[in-house]
């Protein structure tokens, strides 16, 4: 910052010592310490001040950008209409997707009921040689 040369700082130095003097000279540095400390802590609290207000308008700007966007987006895909007294989620939620097909092997083996008992369930499963084994490790076969 200040472009200060080595004979300069000596010259400075000498000049306070003959001012001064010895004995108050770690009295005046000491001072002169707590001055520049206070100087630097008040430009460090201007400069955040100054980069915050630039953060927060930077941000104002994506906000704005971002409602573009989105009245955008919303333009081109329509929500459909709400019914009496239904909000626009609401009525999203009651959008019909196609449904997927199932495999019928899986869905035959699906459970219709939820588990309340707690207990695992067994699970049948179709073994390489062609035979149901249920996870407690019996053959369907061997129940019948």
């Known amino acids: ?77 329509p929500m459909p209409d709400a019914a009496e007294g239904q909000t626009p989620a609401a009525a999203a939620d009651q959008i019909m997707l196609p449904l997927q097909p199932v495999d019928p092997e899986i869905a035959a083996h699906a459970p219709t009921q939820p588990d309340v008992t707690g207990t695992t369930p067994n699970v049948t499963r179709t073994t390489p040689n062609g035979t149901l084994e249920t996870s407690d490790g019996t053959d369907e076969a061997n129940k019948a």
Not at 58 to 73: D, F, L, V
């Open 1 to 77: 910052m200040f472009d200060i040369a080595p004979s300069e700082l000596l010259l400075v130095v000498i000049v306070a010592i003959v001012v001064i003097g010895p004995k108050d000279l770690p009295l005046a540095l000491r001072t002169a310490g707590r001055w520049i400390g206070k100087m630097r802590r008040v430009s460090n609290h201007f400069r955040m001040g100054i980069e915050t207000m630039i953060r927060e308008a930077e941000m104002e700007e994506m906000e704005r950008k971002w409602k573009e966007q989105n009245a955008a987006i919303m333009a081109q895909h």
